[in-house]
């Protein structure tokens, strides 16, 4: 618990400092649990969490009910996207208050270019298309590259470099038959540009990442094991391949830009390794790390996001640093195999204002405190939905605000000018 605390309170001094960029939350998707196998449908919702790097600390904002799984999420200005089996849901990123859903089939991943939302996608019987591309604001279907236009298989991730989308193009949903392809996506005019073959040891391309201009694919191959491409995209060609694992798995995967590695899970040893991207090969494995299920890279503060859990009743975030040493763990939700940083720009002075705002106890039953607010502001207190069910003028630098008489779930406290803050009525 003290190792905890103290790199919490480390890490939160590392925000407060920097000088442009800082990590606002982690937002997690928990893909709760969905009983296949004995008829049991949805035992454990998905649901949408929010961990604070700088006091250590998690909250569950909002729980997603209809959908068998999540598959994405991504934070893009002031909202939060979500790929939940068969749909896409927008949420507000400080209130948490959805904000839009379309029902998408199949959904997979997604990218964002522009004010275009890109949708990958894949289903077992297969789709009338894999790829389309959504208006950002409305969420209203703009094109759809479809098998007559060249994309034939089912494609998992995207990610986005200039005006061109690249896709990883698989057949995952149809055993036996996996491809490993890299679609080229002309995001301009809206045209399947070209498709590179990734060869027959990079097939089921999972995790497409950025490097030096080069796309670098992690593939699942057939499951047996795991391999590494890196592909040119000057001359649209496959510099390496590499088999990077025996056995593999979903998810766990992410370049880290200070040291040009991937780090990915070795599912035969149970632990992280390393492959570095220059030799093209495997540098080391990070013995003693746990055997994560979903692994994301913080840029700006140099360290790891990993979760950990038993698919069926609990998961775990930990904050690593980039040897592998776990510097914090908290509680999240069950199965959270994927998540998205929310960075925003540090503005130097306003910042510390903003940094003594705040409130506890978290979550709370009866009273609440907020600390910091300058006498005279008025506090509004707003529920899931973004209604307001409470007003108060702050009278001292510390306020007390009564919650008993709301219903638990999730608010969020207001001032102009200032930063929303979430408390969990219990």
Known sequence: ???????????????????????????????????????GGQLVPVSLGSYDPATGSYQTMATITGPRFGSD????????????????????ADTYVQTGEVMVDGIRKLAVWDDQLLITRGELGGLPHYFEVRDKATLELLYAITPADGLVHACEDVVVQGDKAYLAVGNAFEWGAFVGQVGVVD????VLESSIDLGPEATNPEKLMLHEGDIVAFCNTDF???????????GQNVTYTSLVAANSGCGASTKVTANGKVYFMEYAQGELARFDLSSGAVADTLAGTPAVYGLLEDPVNGLLYATTTDFLT??????MDLEGTILSTVAV??????????????????????????????????QLTVSGAKVGEVLRVLDATGRLVLTQQVSDVRTEITVGQLTAGVYSVVAEGRTPLRFVRQ
């Open 314 to 319: 609990s998961g775990e975030l930990h904050v």
């Open 224 to 234: 047996t094991h795991s391999s590494i491409s890196r592909v040119g995209l000057a």
């Open 333 to 366: 939700g069950v199965a959270p195999g994927n998540m998205a940083l929310d960075i925003r720009l540090s503005t130097g002075v306003a910042d510390m204002t903003q940094a003594s705002w705040s409130l506890f106890p978290n979550p709370v039953v009866e």
């Open 73 to 92: 999420v991504l934070v893009d200005g002031g909202s939060i996207y979500v790929a939940a089996d068969d749909r896409v849901l927008r949420y507000d």
């Open 1 to 39: 618990m003290y190792r905890s605390l103290l790199s919490a309170g480390l890490l939160a001094i590392a925000l407060h400092v920097s000088a442009q960029s800082t990590v606002h939350q982690v937002v997690v998707l928990n893909e709760g649990y969905y009983d296949y196998f004995n008829g």
């Open 187 to 190: 995001l301009s005019t809206g």
